[in-house]
């Protein structure tokens, strides 16, 4: 079945940096765009980036913009976020998404993974 | 930017009854809408995309409707299993979440 694992979340201090993860399985990773949403402790939704299916289209969320930097290896089947400059506000649990239709960069996301969680803390 | 704007906060309502919440976009989103649910410790799950198609396996008690700027959740008859946070998503231009409706137990 589809399954998407993050990783790479921890303490970090502020102004540090810090790569995520994300393992997909169970479809053909090369042909859906990919996303990361984050989710402050006790708080909603909030989208931060995606990535299109080859690579080549990424549009990032204000708040994150020159900061966290969308990437993907199609032959490791593996999404990446990369978080520079990290700010205590960036504490949250990161999800990884996979978009609803494959090829596509329009769409709703499904499925999610379990979330890895980034503290911002000195 | 889009904003999605979700009432109410919260809803009390009591085991067998019908909620609705809505979920409002400040610009024409089309019928570009999905409605996640997400349970205490958990992660978000589909329940509807495209305003209206109810993802697979889902219950039929969970319907969406609407278009353009005003669209509704309605679950038919409440289980225990649905007091849950609901979260509305616009994927029209990028993507922004609602701020959540949480659905209590009256």
């Known amino acids: 079945q589809v399954q998407l694992v993050e990783s790479g979340g921890g303490v970090v201090q502020p102004g540090r940096s810090l790569r995520l993860s994300c393992a997909a399985s169970?479809?053909?990773?090369?042909?859906?765009?990919m996303h990361w949403v984050r989710q402050a402790p006790g708080k909603g939704l909030e989208w931060v980036a995606v990535?299109?299916?080859?690579?080549?289209?990424?549009y990032y969320a204000e708040s994150v913009k020159g900061r966290l930097t969308i990437s993907r290896d199609n032959s490791r089947d593996t999404l990446y976020l990369q978080m520079n400059g990290l700010r205590p506000e960036d504490t949250a649990v990161y999800y990884c998404a996979r978009v609803g239709v494959d090829t596509a960069m329009v769409g709703w996301l499904d499925p999610w993974g379990q979330g890895t969680l980034v503290t911002g803390s000195s | 930017e889009i904003v999605m704007t979700q009432s109410p906060a919260t809803l009390s309502v009591s085991p067998g009854e019908r909620a609705m919440f809505s979920c409002r976009a400040s610009q024409n989103v089309g019928s570009n809408l999905a409605w996640y649910q997400q349970k205490p410790g958990q992660t978000p799950s589909l329940l509807i995309y495209g305003t209206s198609t109810r993802a697979a396996g889902i219950p039929a008690r969970f319907s969406g409707s609407g278009s353009g700027t005003e669209f509704t959740l309605t679950i038919a008859s409440l289980q225990s299993e649905d007091f849950a946070v609901y979260y509305c998503?616009?994927?029209?231009?990028?993507?922004?979440f609602g701020q959540g409706t949480k659905v209590e137990i009256k």
């Open positions: 998503l616009q994927y029209n231009n990028l993507w922004t």
């Open positions: 990535i299109s299916y080859d690579g080549r289209y990424k």
């Open positions: 169970g479809f053909t990773f090369s042909t859906y765009a």
